[in-house]
Nanobody, 127 residues
Framework: QVQLVESGGGLVQAGGSLRLSCTASGRTFGTLALAWFRQAPGKEREEREF???????????YYADSVKGRFTISRDNAKNTVYLQMNSLKPEDTAVYYC?????????????????WGQGTQVTVSS
């Protein structure tokens, strides 16, 4: 079993930045493929949107087109933590951001069914 705890969300003005963190426990961190997803207001769980993913070693990353060039995913295996640096934030980035993990693959793509999820952290971008 893997436990994921997100932090770093908050309220920010458009154009601002936030850094989200997700700390994992319960399994060797380096064996986990990790990702960030988001769920916009009014959307159902099944409509969660892929944001970014990163491989076990951190050498492979994928991004949604909507965040490419603005967001950066990274991980620190010594700290059991994955990060999402979000710059140039827009009101449409407002959502609950979820960390996801899976030990069955080296890296997951946008539609990969991750088997561990955190509780989420709220990000609100005001215009």
């Amino acid at each position: 079993q893997v436990q994921l705890v997100e932090s770093g969300g908050g309220l920010v003005q458009a154009g601002g930045s936030l850094r989200l963190s997700c700390t994992a426990s319960g399994r060797t961190f380096g064996t986990l493929a990790l990702a960030w997803f988001r769920q916009a207001p009014g959307k159902e769980r099944e409509e969660r949107e892929f944001v970014a993913s990163i491989s076990r070693s951190g050498g492979i990353t994928y991004y949604a087109d909507s965040v490419k060039g603005r967001f950066t995913i990274s991980r620190d295996n010594a700290k059991n933590t994955v990060y999402l640096q979000m710059n140039s934030l827009k009101p449409e980035d407002t959502a609950v951001y979820y960390c996801a993990a899976d030990s069955r693959v080296v890296v997951g793509g946008p539609s990969y069914p991750y088997n561990y999820w955190g509780q989420g952290t709220q990000v609100t971008v005001s215009s």
